[in-house]
């Protein structure tokens, strides 16, 4: 390893060399482009020793805080036991976990995979064995991964273009348009995919009745309805399932970031057993090498116990309603910055008026120390996606950062 204290201008000159240019340039004009060392709940430290508040929250992974210390020790008492399954014998955790999530979200079967693209790969194509219908319903700016699968639903053409021809048989629609869905689900759809809140796209929550209509179209029309909630499970949005808030029940459903608990990877799909009985007769007609390995398990039944124990979804919804009144006040402040605040819970998006506010407004809260991102569809909104174990005192440091870095924003780019 390099030596300690300020290694940011080496680790800087490798991305450049070994990973991306590109990407070393982005990170360091977002004012982060330092090295970080370490991490514990909502800070984040750096090679030099400062702190930041964490409320970019790995994009929803870190539900539970950085090295939450109940999955911290699951995951070592594993790793000293057996960290990944033979694959030829009963797996213990794997099975558990499975009846745990089945538990909580009534969907008795999952299959465990390694990331949230990997998991909608596999759902997409239980989707298509199942009704044996080739075509995929998604809406524009929604984010589903960037695996062909994935991708091709994925609403955003500037990832899509370039590796075109994606899977074929994809029809968009604009997400929230339920006159738009049914015209475009017909006889042969397998499936419509949606977020319950489109996070990349720029933090869009469904309108009311939206997913309930999908739901009973899907159903009129012998489709399967996928709720893709790698971004908005897990207590994000102030329930334990986004698709909650509308009483909708997927025959579908895509988890992971959240369910590592911020230690492992981990992503997942579920499915009734109705829909489940596709793969009969045919146990190895999907599969993963390191899907569903122990190490990942016990991270997640770790997460899934302290997030039920310490009622996260709870806390997302009394801190959110915090989060959003602060960020509304900053917004009737500065209208002139700011179009729209809006979201659910914990996952919160601050639409601005110009998307070159967006690149101001961050490198400001990165010098106060506090991390912000914008959404990759749509990079015209910043989003707030702090861990749920966010104190209150840390939403305020969080709001006093936001209302100055405006304040400098709007100093910058006078009228
Ligand atoms: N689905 C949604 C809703 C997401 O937000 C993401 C990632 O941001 C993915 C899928 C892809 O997950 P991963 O990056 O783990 O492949």
Request: one cysteine or more; glycine letters at 10%.
């Amino acid at each position: 390893m390099l030596a300690s204290q300020n290694r940011s201008p080496q680790i800087s000159k490798l991305y450049r060399e070994h990973l991306s240019p590109d990407l070393a340039r982005l990170i360091k004009f977002s004012g982060l482009g330092t090295v970080e060392e370490s991490a514990l709940g909502t800070v984040v430290t750096d090679c030099e020793g400062d702190e930041y508040l964490d409320f970019a929250g790995g994009y929803g992974v870190f539900s539970l805080g950085h090295r939450h210390p109940e999955v911290v020790a699951a995951v070592e008492a594993q790793l000293h036991r057996m960290p990944l399954s033979a694959k030829v014998f009963l797996n213990p955790l794997a099975a558990e976990l499975a009846a745990e999530l089945a538990r909580l979200t009534r969907l008795d079967y999952a299959f465990f995979a390694n990331s949230g693209t990997e998991a909608v790969e596999g759902a997409l194509k239980l989707a298509r064995l199942h009704t044996g219908r080739p075509g995929l319903v998604a809406a524009d700016q929604a984010f589903h991964g960037k695996t062909m699968g994935a991708l091709s639903v994925s609403g955003r053409k500037t990832y899509r273009d370039p590796f075109e021809p994606l899977i074929p048989g994809v029809t968009h629609i604009p997400f929230g348009d339920p006159a738009a869905l049914d015209a475009a689900v017909t006889d042969s759809t397998a499936a419509v995919i949606l977020e319950p809140v489109q996070g990349e796209g720029g933090i869009h929550v469904a309108p009311d009745g939206y997913l309930q209509r999908a739901r009973a179209l899907c159903t009129e029309r012998g489709a399967l309805l996928i709720a893709d909630e790698v971004q908005t499970g897990l207590g994000r949005t102030g329930r334990m399932l986004a698709v909650e808030h509308w009483n909708v029940q997927p025959d579908i459903l895509v988890l992971a970031k959240a369910l590592g608990g911020g230690v492992m990877p981990i992503g997942c799909f579920l499915a009734s057993s109705e829909i489940w009985q596709a793969y009969k007769g045919r146990p190895l007609l999907h599969t993963s090498t390191f899907g569903g390995n122990p190490l990942a398990c016990a991270a997640a039944l770790a997460t899934l116990k302290v997030l039920q124990r310490d009622d996260l979804a709870g806390r997302a919804r009394e801190l959110g309603a915090r989060l959003q009144a602060g960020l509304q006040a900053v917004w009737s402040d500065y209208p002139e910055l700011i179009a729209e605040v809006r979201g659910l819970g914990l996952m919160l998006g601050v639409e601005l008026r110009e998307e070159g506010f967006g690149g101001s407004l961050i490198m400001e809260m990165a010098k106060q120390r506090v991390i912000a991102v914008y959404t990759l569809n749509q990079p015209r909104v910043i989003r707030f996606e702090p861990p749920l174990t966010v104190t209150p005192d840390e939403v305020e440091r969080c709001l006093q950062a936001f209302r100055a870095s405006c304040q400098r924003t709007r100093a910058r780019f006078p009228r």
